[in-house]
């Protein structure tokens, strides 16, 4: 079950590019693709470097100009999106 | 039977049977590297039969009839046209077999296979080939990128009655060249509903029809109209919004990388997605076309009293070699 303290990780058929401060998930076995903004964009970054949903969320307090419970929600929302969508799983 | 060869978009076309689409175009030479090879067979014998397909197009408007599916065959993939034509290409692109059925009107066969088997073959060998229209103006061209239906071809045709070069009314293809981005000539062709034709293009030309199912009528020479035979550096990447009768105002607005992605990916023609290193290449070719070349929205009325308007805009949203799309989108 997806909780806060998840850890995630992109799945090996998934790929990763920024485009400036955005960035696009590609999966290449199914061509699904998922665009995110810079938060989204960081969440992705940091999840790479191990961090779970709620580190993330504190990281990104200190980086961008949002409130800690309200992003950990989006990020939760946003995990599960690319969980379905088979771009991310738990580690 | 001898063989024919014409140039399209940059390569040579060998084929055993005439393309009288593709008979204004410069000869091409045998034995040119990216050339591709389009054999004509008979009998279903030669068609392989694969055990699925994995994609399908269907027709325009709400009949739910397959135009078009795909399958992977052992030496590449298989392209169906149901009772119409199937064609096997291969895995590297460059070989295109063509099995046509006995009933097929030529202008069908020859319009699925320039305006959908080539452009994906194109996108096998590592073009970037979307569908839209492309016009040069000052040496610069634009693409008007949108499914059908977005008035993609009837504004390029009046663009071009205002001074602009055609480059394709519906596949263009773009190859990157030392970090530039580059349209290249399509077929000599301009596919318009018969309306827009009186409207835009008037008086006696020469034209044919697009395919049997279709009041589309496609202008081969008409004296308004100059067809570009040369590359263009693109410009600008125009993509056509949906018609909406609320719309009154003309208006540009630039897109961010990410958006653009998202928006022009769904418009390319590609379908080796099975491939992870072709998917991956096509991705990673696409991001860099985002990157350099600016993309814009565009929302228009429809009407054709706003077409020379519509057509100004673009005019002077148009890149030269002095101001650059971005800073114009933004402003237009």
Known sequence: ?91 | MGAHFYTLAGRTIVCDRSLPLLAGAALGRAGERGAITIRFGSGSGAVPHPPSWFHSWLRPGDSGETWLRFAEVEQGFLLDAPEQAQFAVSLTGDDIACFPSPAIAESTLHHLLLDHVLPLALGIMGDVVLHASGVALHGRSIALVGPSGRGKSTLAAHLGTRGAEILTDDCLVLRELDGKWYALPYYQGLRLWPESLQIVLPGTFERIKVSGGSDKECVLRHPAITFRREPARLGMIALLQEERPDVRAIALSALSHRDALMSVLPLMFFFEVRTRLALRNQFERLCRLVEVVPVCLFDFPRQFEALPNVGAAVVRAAPTNHRTGRALCADA
């Open chain 1, 1 to 91: 079950m997806l909780t806060r303290e998840s850890a995630l990780r992109i799945r090996d058929s998934a790929l990763v590019r920024r485009l400036g401060d955005d960035a696009v998930v590609l999966d290449l076995e199914t061509g699904t693709y998922f665009g995110l903004d810079p938060v989204g964009a960081r969440f992705i970054e940091l999840l790479v470097e191990g961090a779970s949903i709620e580190q993330v969320a504190r990281a990104l307090v200190k980086e961008f100009d949002v409130e800690e419970t309200v992003v950990a929600e989006d990020l939760l929302r946003l995990a599960r999106d690319m969980l379905s969508n088979g771009l991310l799983e738990i580690a």
